[in-house]
């Protein structure tokens, strides 16, 4: 039998999870946070797991690009509090943790998304195809096609887009996405960002999270299950 200390350091690394992970995301409820460690965790996946899905579909979309941006700021605002600030020690992240054990890799891909610009992308020609009338895509054999950024059906849209653009000097053609779920999405992320930059709304939650001293040495977070 292989040591528990074993499989997590032959483990994949856990981020690689939220690629493939299939997740209708349309009722996601950004930065509602309860003061709790687990609300914090379960909204940190959802932004890092939707700015990958732009990135691996292809939806370059600068306006869901500085939403995901602000998204990720407003969460760091946070990680202090919960004791995984930028002095969190990565070294006592013993192998590869999964995602309930570490959130080390949580804070740590944030801060690199926060780090982003448009302009580093090197996005070119970017431009929206034709509006496709949405019964072409009402059913992929035995299964409803999907919409690249949130999972759910696109049949449930008035037409699906894709969009078309030069990055690195190559062009690329995004999956087909819900036109209304995507600006749904950026008006729903942006509405959280903006109510969690008033400094007193955002000063009870702080309050919250530093009252069930998640900052103590003593609980390890990174090893804490959620």
């Not at 899905?53 to 690009?65: H, K, T």
């Not at 849209?157 to 087909?176: K, L, M, P």
């Not at 609980?219 to 804490?224: A, D, E, I, K």
Request: positive net charge.
């Amino acid at each position: 039998m292989i040591p528990k200390s074993r499989v997590l350091t032959m483990s994949a690394d856990p981020l690689e999870r939220l690629r493939t992970e299939i997740k209708d995301i349309t009722k996601i409820q950004p930065l509602a946070l309860r003061g709790e460690i687990t609300t914090w965790q379960y909204d940190a996946k959802n932004c890092i797991a939707l700015h990958y899905r732009m990135v691996d579909s292809n939806v370059w979309s600068r306006g869901l690009f500085e939403a995901i941006k602000k998204w990720a700021a407003r969460l760091l605002t946070y990680a202090s509090a919960l004791g995984f600030g930028e002095e969190y020690p990565g070294t006592i992240t013993k192998g590869r943790p999964g995602l309930l054990q570490s959130y080390w890799y949580l804070t740590h891909e944030l801060r690199r998304i926060r780090l982003l610009s448009w302009s580093d992308q090197d996005v070119h020609n970017f431009h929206r195809e034709r509006k496709v009338d949405i019964s072409v895509f009402k059913t992929q054999g035995n299964r409803y096609a999907t919409c690249a950024l949130c999972h759910d059906a696109l049949s449930g849209y008035d037409f699906a887009v894709r969009y078309r653009c030069t990055i690195g000097g190559v062009t690329r053609t995004s999956e087909f996405v819900g036109e209304s779920s995507l600006q749904y999405l950026i008006s729903k992320i942006n509405k959280a960002v903006k109510k969690h930059r008033n400094p007193e709304y955002r000063e009870v939650i702080l309050e919250k999270m530093r009252s069930k001293n998640y900052g103590d040495g003593k609980l390890r977070p990174g090893y804490r299950k959620a």
